[in-house]
């Protein structure tokens, strides 16, 4: 084992919680079952705080996932033999005996109780936001502080959504691996997974850049869904594949050595993933052959214009913009519209899309919303209308509610501000 200081555990406790705490969950909610998921939750929360202590007094065991799932295990049969739910086990068949003492962790079986954690938290009787809540916190692990920042409501309103979703699932009895079920209720699937992404992507909580294991997370659930047979229609599937692994293939280039974000006009583009594009382009030509258009396909192969230019100045602005077009007619909502705007500006210049925010603004909300008036504010720059741009950044830096983005756009108001 090594050994490590109180930082370095927690760290490395944290990765694990993310990557493990899903996993743990599922399996250990199979065999006490699903209407006992909040006792397989307090499990695994005794089990990631025995491993802060134990790694920190003796060191990081070789194998750190087994050591969580044998502990987790331990835990289980304890309390199968102590708690209400031994009752149970007791009017067990000898078969269901054998399996509950033989609690296993294989990828298979982590593979199929995820799955079904996954559609569990989907049926019909509780509503869309509760199901999204009730799966990030299971099984991603998601704290309420982050769920409530992803859905930019209160931690008292998410805790409420929690309470009713999880009485709901002790009060279930529904088959998990109806076919119907199941692909009725994908596309909720589809949106937790996204907003798990996006979560990676541009962290609402921490100040970090990215959080790559997030990222990853949503990968691997998506790949889960990819290789389940019981769902039948997978183009949208493998078109949000596509938009992953494209958005992720440009980490590396998104920070500078202070860890600072860096547009994607003065990315070093040799520092992209080529593997994860080349993923990302062959994941999209299956999904472009099953799929007629749809959100994430559109978003994918935008993001693939991107990935497959020489460089910023040729990027393919006019398909670009028809794609925004066509995503406009699908989900129009004001942050699509805004973006739009910024491709709009490389085709048919700044002044038009300034009118075309300025009249987003009147007609929507978008104005409570710092991008809004960051992106509006290099507009005015471009167009060489400082003191325009200046206001908006400052405006844009007070409704901005992490430090990396206010870090961000003090920078770009520095560079804007006249030194006297």
């Known amino acids: 084992m090594n050994k490590l200081n109180n930082k370095n555990s927690r760290e490395l406790t944290e990765h694990f919680f993310r990557n493990e705490y899903g996993k743990i969950v599922a399996v250990i909610s199979k065999y006490i079952g699903s209407q006992n998921i909040n006792t397989a939750e307090d499990i695994v929360q005794e089990t990631l705080l025995k491993a802060v202590e134990h790694w920190q ?8 996932s087994a050591w969580l799932y044998t502990t987790a295990k331990n835990k289980t049969l304890n309390h199968l033999k102590k708690n209400k739910t031994h009752l149970d086990y007791l009017q067990s068949t000898d078969k269901r005996k054998a399996e509950i003492l033989e609690i296993e962790f294989s990828e298979e079986i982590i593979n199929d109780e995820q799955l079904r954690i996954m559609f569990c938290c989907c049926q019909p009787n509780i509503s869309e936001n509760t199901q999204i809540s009730l799966i990030l916190k299971i099984l991603c692990g998601f704290s309420i502080t982050e769920i409530s920042n992803a859905f930019l409501t ?9 309470v009713r979703g999880r009485k709901e699932l002790r009060d279930s009895n529904l088959n998990i691996k109806s076919v119907e079920f199941v692909n009725k209720n994908l596309d909720t699937l589809l949106k937790t997974i996204f907003l798990l992404f996006n979560e990676g992507y541009s962290p609402t909580q921490k100040e970090q850049i990215t959080n790559n294991d997030l990222c990853l997370e949503a990968i691997r659930l998506t790949t889960i869904l990819i290789n389940s047979s019981i769902i039948e229609n997978k183009s949208n599937t493998y078109s949000l594949l596509a938009l992953m692994y494209l958005n992720i293939a440009r980490f590396d280039a998104r920070i500078d050595s202070i860890n600072s974000v860096i547009e994607l006009e003065k990315q070093d583009r040799k520092l992209w993933n080529q593997t994860y594009i080349n993923q ?6 299956i999904a472009v052959e099953k799929s007629k258009p749809s959100k994430y396909l559109i978003l994918a192969t935008i993001s693939a214009n991107y990935c497959i230019a020489k460089n910023y100045a040729e990027t393919n602005w006019n398909e670009i913009l028809e794609l925004y077009n066509k995503l406009i007619q699908i989900e129009n909502s004001p942050l699509i519209q805004l973006n739009k705007t910024i491709v709009l500006s490389k085709v048919s210049g700044y002044t038009k899309a300034i009118e075309e925010l300025l009249y987003l603004e009147k007609k929507s909300e978008i104005g409570k919303n710092h991008l809004f008036h960051s992106t509006i504010s290099e507009f005015y720059k471009n167009e060489k209308l400082t003191t325009k741009a200046i206001d908006s950044l400052k405006t844009a830096i007070k409704l901005s509610k992490n430090n990396r983005d206010i870090q961000f756009l003090e920078k770009k108001l520095n560079l804007l501000v006249p030194i006297s």
């Open 57 to 64: 007094h003796n060191g990081i065991p070789k194998n750190p």
């Open 154 to 162: 209160s931690t008292e309103t998410i805790n409420k959504r929690l």
């Open 280 to 285: 990302g382009i062959h994941f999209l030509n």
